[in-house]
């Protein structure tokens, strides 16, 4: 039932996480906060399709 997922920043358009989520359990899109290279701090990367 998991499925892989990338993750992209909407503010750089960096598409650099790849993690897995549940569909069942979770159906709408993913938001985490990760480390953003370009910018130099966290910011809140969404699931893509």
């Known amino acids: ?27 709408e899109r993913l938001t985490l906060k990760k480390y953003s290279p370009q910018l130099r701090q966290k910011v809140i990367f969404t699931e893509v399709k």
């Open 1 to 27: 039932m998991r499925q892989n997922i990338i993750l992209e920043s909407p503010i750089t358009k960096e598409r650099l996480y790849l993690t897995s989520k549940n569909k069942r359990n979770s159906p």
